[in-house]
């Protein structure tokens, strides 16, 4: 069997595993049912959605054809370490310096793993981005997250 696009070929395997992966580590919750559902009935929902969807990028990727066949290209490791240390990042800062110091935070570390650099865009993004989790996850949710700083909350 021949590979005709790189490309699709090892993103439907990462799908398809990271699918498996999600769906088998969810029936460790408990599931409930449609009209009640537990914890883990909707990351294993997610985790059936992605590996067909993973099976389903593969299967093109064995049977279309593609020009030169898609090879990959280097890995692109400065804005993969940007990301993942921004995330990191706000996984640490959130508890001390809250939502609305956090996120435009983390905008403005993410955003400087592109080429291209825009402040207007990093305001506007934080701004939206923060009033919007503000709004979905504390007033909606009523999730435990701080908004504020410890040092102004007390």
């Known amino acids: 069997m021949k590979?005709?696009?790189?490309?699709?070929f090892w993103s439907g395997l990462l799908f398809l595993l990271v699918g498996?992966?999600?769906?088998w580590g969810s029936t460790e919750y408990s599931f409930g049912?449609?009209?009640k559902p537990g914890p883990?009935?909707?990351p294993f929902g997610l985790g059936i959605l992605l590996a067909l969807l993973g099976a389903l990028v593969l299967f093109k990727a064995?049977?279309?054809e593609s020009a030169g066949g898609d090879p990959i290209g280097r890995i692109a490791w400065r804005p993969l370490l940007v990301i993942v240390g921004s995330i990191a990042m706000f996984g640490v800062?959130?508890?001390?310096?809250g939502l609305a110091c956090t996120l435009p935070l983390l905008v403005l570390s993410s955003s400087l793993a592109g080429d291209e650099f825009h402040w207007r865009d990093v305001l506007l993004s934080s701004i939206v981005l923060t009033v919007g989790s503000w709004a979905l996850f504390i007033l909606g949710l009523k999730l435990?997250?701080?908004l504020w700083p410890v040092f102004i909350t007390g």
Not at 3 to 8: A, P
Not at 20 to 23: D, S
Not at 93 to 97: G, I
């Open 62 to 64: 064995l049977t279309l």
């Open 93 to 97: 800062l959130l508890p001390r310096l």
């Open 20 to 23: 498996v992966v999600f769906a």
């Open 3 to 8: 590979i005709k696009s790189q490309r699709d």
């Open 144 to 146: 435990t997250i701080p």
């Open 33 to 35: 049912s449609s009209a």
């Open 40 to 42: 883990g009935y909707f």
